[in-house]
């Protein structure tokens, strides 16, 4: 049967050494040398525009500000939580520490690699259900960003009509609705939000093709709206697209969209765009180890740590003042607790 | 006798490793194309594969592809094609994930009721593309690719926390709940190199009862009869249509079967993480073995060694995405190979029959001489 079976039953005969026996010499942090970080990638990996390469993007500022040396890891399609375990486990065995988890499907494994590596950090972005010592969770407040997108769609609309386009139906995706409809119904009770979500899962194109989102955009167009809300990775610049191209406003997320370059084309369209700083996170937790003082429990990113927030790089919003003022006061009052934001829509 | 079965073996074994080497040799191909070294992410993966957590995991998944490619191959056997196996695997692991996290019996019983769940969900799933064939003529192919697509949404709403979904506090994933410890099939503690599912040895016997009844029993007789040729077999007084719709029930009871490793002995909950595109695999699993109980074993085998043993590639800097590029490979190959095989066989046996019919009355003592 083939080379590749014949040397697999070549090599059975060679068990009883796990891979984590390798480098276990430099597992502690405190070995001379450069620190070495590594983040393990969600589904989708590096490429996904999106959170996976904003997690990058911490990393290679921490390669090159701290000088740190970086390892990603990426998974496979339909692992398990062992296949996670194991890939946790050789990237902690490697001497890397912080070995950070990107997405809450790594908390299971986490949890379990954590208590075999009580000097490593490991840093488990958006859960906070699994916890320890040496567990650092970083949370973002997406639903008071998006609170603050809602407020700027219902003063920008004209129609009383806004869309929030979901990329997958997930939790996650329904906190980025759940703000984003209270902070339209707060401003203007009136006004009518359509949502709708591309794909639910385990399909996750909803987040990666754009043809999806542009679709989606072009229906909420139809039914008068002139604001849309993309909370869709890679997707959601098919609903940038369509917005722009039929003179409506839209709104993006993740990263400064009005400053991406595949996204120039339309960038006077696009309003302003509700910001989750991963890469911050990212770089916060890795630097904190190199400091001596590593991040433990929950770390959360809200609006007053300026974690999530709306970006302002369109002159076409900063000129807007009352849309300016009315996003500053609801800011204000979310940081002062007078305004809760709903989670769950 | 010897001889024949001599040569329908080397006949069956030549598809399988034709395209076995011929995806070989393209990747390395491919590899040379992009510029890297050839050689050595396959002596990577040859290394990865002699760690004892490797060689748990590549167990691990063997088993549940093995499931998932029977199921399969129950359908082939038929002339079936049961592209609704992925969706059968993810609606019975989370019915039957969710039973299991709302019943509380007894250890063993408690298992069974879970397997069984599991089971009559994935056959009642896949039994209603069988209905479908046998009552209005619709295409299984088409039937349960839509099957699989009204899956996805169907456990979407399932698992929404306002239905019977469960949203764990603080985490942003949706579960069914953990089922209790008395549900948790027992598995074999190999130390530092984690746990072998106990649910492997059931997949395992499952082939040897496969095995017997596909090729010891009267209905197994009548599977393959329907199989090779639905008039002749109806002619012969089997009756087709019972065939198609039991033969669906099978493959999708198997099917269901293949969530169970990872359920019964590690996720205990059906959550948005739990694994999938197993039944796609399989797909390509079932026809490298050529749907029989010990191929699929090696083919099983072998993809689970190519997605395990390269699974930490791309931390040494080679794209993993060669493993996919192998697999995807071999499925041409497969098919291309076999049907080569397949007209060299028939020359073959043509030639043999004319050459045994210009010997003559010569052909028995020769016959003889050779056995």
């Known amino acids: 049967m083939g080379i590749a079976s014949a040397a697999l039953a070549l090599s059975a005969t060679a068990c009883g050494k796990s891979s984590n026996d390798t480098g276990s010499s430099s597992s502690s942090s405190s070995a001379s040398g450069a620190l070495k970080a590594a983040i393990a990638y969600d589904i989708g990996g590096r490429g996904d525009q999106s959170f996976n390469d904003a997690a990058y993007a911490g990393l290679k500022k921490a390669e090159d500000e701290l000088g740190v040396k970086g390892a990603e890891a990426e998974p496979s399609q339909g692992e398990s939580d062992a296949d996670k375990v194991a890939r946790l486990t050789s990237l902690a065995r490697a001497g890397n520490n912080p070995v950070i988890g990107v997405g809450f499907s790594y908390a299971p494994a986490i949890e379990k690699v954590a208590k075999s590596f009580p000097k490593t950090t490991f840093g488990l972005i958006d859960d906070t259900s699994k916890t320890g010592p040496n567990i650092a969770n970083l949370v973002f407040n997406e639903e008071q960003g998006s609170y603050l997108a809602g407020v700027a769609a219902a003063k920008a609309s004209k129609t009383g009509t806004v869309g929030f386009i979901g990329g997958v139906e997930v939790p996650l995706i329904k906190k980025f609705e759940a703000g984003f409809t209270q902070g339209v119904k707060d401003t203007n009770p009136k006004a009518k939000v359509l949502t709708q979500y591309l794909t639910q899962p385990p399909n996750f194109d909803g987040f990666s093709k754009p043809d999806l989102g542009k679709a989606a955009a072009e229906g909420q167009l139809d039914k008068g709206a002139d604001v849309i809300y993309a909370a869709a990775g890679l997707a959601g610049a098919g609903a940038i697209e369509a917005t722009a191209t039929a003179g409506k406003w839209a709104i993006g997320v993740d990263s400064d969209q009005y400053k991406q370059a595949g996204l120039a084309a339309y960038k006077d369209h696009i309003l302003t765009s509700v910001t989750k700083d991963v890469s911050g996170s990212v770089y916060n937790v890795i630097k904190s180890v190199k400091d001596g003082k590593p991040q433990t429990g929950e770390i959360r990113y809200g609006l007053a740590t300026n974690g999530v927030g709306l970006a302002d790089s369109n002159p076409a919003y900063t000129k807007m003042t009352d849309l300016i003022a009315a996003v500053d006061k609801a800011k204000k009052e979310i940081v002062d607790g007078k305004i809760t934001v709903k989670t769950a829509p | ?371």
């Not at chain 2, 069914?176 to 549900?183: K, N, V």
């Open chain 2, 1 to 371: 006798m010897m001889k024949i079965d001599k040569d329908k073996l080397i006949i069956g074994a030549a598809g399988p490793v034709l395209a076995l080497v011929t995806s070989f040799v393209l990747t390395v191909l491919v590899l040379l194309a992009t510029g890297l070294d050839p050689i050595e992410p396959i002596r990577l993966m040859i290394e990865n594969a002699g760690y004892s957590d490797v060689q748990v995991l590549i167990v691990n998944y063997t088993a549940i592809l093995y499931l998932a490619a029977l199921a399969v191959s129950i359908g082939f056997r038929m002339n079936l094609f049961n592209i609704g196996v992925e969706g059968q695997y993810r609606l019975a692991a989370m019915v039957s994930a969710l039973v299991g996290a709302a019943v509380d019996l007894p250890g063993p019983l408690h298992i069974l009721v879970i397997v069984l769940v599991a089971v009559a969900t994935g056959a009642l799933w896949a039994g209603i593309a069988g209905i479908l064939k046998t009552t209005r003529g619709v295409s299984e192919v088409v039937s349960t690719i839509m099957l699989n697509a009204i899956t996805t949404s169907l456990v979407a709403w399932l698992i929404l926390p306002k239905n019977f979904g469960v949203q764990p506090a603080g985490s942003n994933d949706l579960t069914t709940g953990q089922i209790p410890e008395s549900g948790w099939f027992p598995g074999i503690d190999m130390g530092e190199g984690g746990q072998i599912y106990g649910f492997t040895f059931v997949a395992l016997a499952l082939g040897v009862v496969y095995w017997f009844v596909i090729n010891r029993t009267r209905f197994g007789f009548d599977l393959r009869a329907t199989g090779e040729s639905e008039s002749a077999a109806q002619a012969s007084g089997v009756d087709a249509k019972k065939m198609i719709i039991t033969a669906m029930l099978i493959s999708g009871g198997l099917a269901g079967l293949a969530g169970m490793p990872i359920l019964l002995g590690e996720s205990h909950t059906y959550s948005l993480a739990f694994p999938v595109g197993v039944g796609f695999t399989a797909i390509t699993v079932a026809l490298l073995g050529r749907n029989h109980p010990v191929g699929i074993l090696f083919a099983a085998l072998l993809f689970a060694f190519l997605e395990k043993a390269s699974s930490s590639l791309d931390i040494a800097g080679y794209p993993k995405e060669i493993t996919q590029i192998m697999q995807g490979i071999i499925v041409i190959a497969v098919v291309v190979s076999y049907e080569l095989v397949r007209r060299y066989g028939l020359r073959r046996q043509q030639q043999k029959v004319g050459e045994e019919l210009a010997a003559g009355g010569a052909i028995k003592t020769d016959k003889e001489v050779t056995a």
